[in-house]
């Protein structure tokens, strides 16, 4: 599960999400950049979006305790985005997965991750 918030500026968002979700898109992102012929610098600016979704899903940056029932609890982890750096990044991440194979997991990773951009 993915959502955002704005930030008060609205100079980017901060992603919001539990330890699974943030995990798959972490290591959709490594994939892509790993198997992808358009990235030729494969570390960077293109991972430093996978590192800082790995600090969130590990607790690093912001952390939102919720309450489900009266009794069941589950947390959210967030990190900061900047509105031009992730739309470059997720524009190079979708252009190099039309050269890449991807399976349907992957494919619903990412329309997540635009629909929660482009909303």
Do not use: C
């Not at 252009?95 to 991750?113: E, H, R």
């Amino acid at each position: 599960m993915l959502r955002y918030e704005l930030t008060p500026n609205n100079a980017g968002f901060i992603l919001w999400g539990d330890s699974e979700a943030l995990n798959e898109l972490h290591e959709l992102i490594h994939y892509i950049v790993d198997e992808s012929p358009l990235i030729k610098v494969k570390d960077g600016f293109m991972l430093s979006l996978a590192y800082d979704i790995r600090k969130a899903r590990e607790g690093n940056r912001r952390v939102e305790q919720h309450q489900y029932d009266q009794h069941d609890t589950y947390k959210l982890y967030g990190v900061e985005l900047l509105w031009p750096l992730v739309l470059v990044q997720s524009s190079i991440l979708r252009n190099s997965m039309g050269y890449i194979q991807t399976d349907k997991n992957q494919l619903s990773v990412m329309y997540a991750f635009e629909y929660l951009i482009e909303s």
